[in-house]
């Protein structure tokens, strides 16, 4: 949800797998294709105003000829994909290396814990959650509140 209450992003699901949407006053609950050539996405982030959002997609069980990758969407450019850098499997829109370094400069034990996943709380900015992977390899979701 856009932190002003104005957007929200989900998904649902429909035969095959799932179908994201984004849902505003003006325009009600609209279905967002992925980008072309991707089978089902996720949503990751969205500004505040709720006018820009960030997903990611995988391409259908089997199809070897695309990459999962991360996309941008507004109302206007629908969901673009950004890509990967050459040589790349596929693009992550998490950046939980950087999260993990401020939390362990707060006095967070992180040893034998890798995050793998961030979010922000749309009602508390210092509030952040996710998944990460313990030394066991058992995925654990974990939450910090920030000073």
């Known amino acids: 949800m856009s932190s002003d209450g104005s957007a929200m992003l989900g998904f649902c699901f429909v035969v095959g797998g799932s179908s994201l949407f984004r849902w505003s006053q003006a325009s009600?609950?609209?279905g967002v294709a992925v980008p072309v050539g991707l089978a089902q996405g996720r949503w990751v982030g969205v500004t505040s105003d709720g006018a820009v959002a960030i997903g990611y997609a995988?391409?259908?069980?089997?199809d070897m000829t695309q990459a999962g990758q991360v996309f941008r969407w507004?109302?206007?450019t629908g969901a673009v994909g950004l890509g990967t850098l050459p040589g790349a499997t596929s693009s992550d829109p998490y950046g939980a290396s950087s999260v993990g370094d401020l939390l362990a400069s707060l006095g967070a034990d992180l040893r034998g814990f890798t995050l793998f996943t961030?979010?922000?709380s749309p009602i508390d900015a210092r509030l952040i959650m996710g998944l990460g992977k313990n030394v066991a390899g058992d995925v654990r979701g974990w939450f910090a509140r920030l000073p």
Do not use: D, F, H, Y
Not at 58 to 62: E, I, K, Q, S, W
């Open 28 to 30: 009600g609950m609209i």
């Open 58 to 62: 995988v391409p259908a069980r089997g």
């Open 74 to 76: 507004t109302p206007t």
């Open 118 to 120: 961030v979010t922000v």
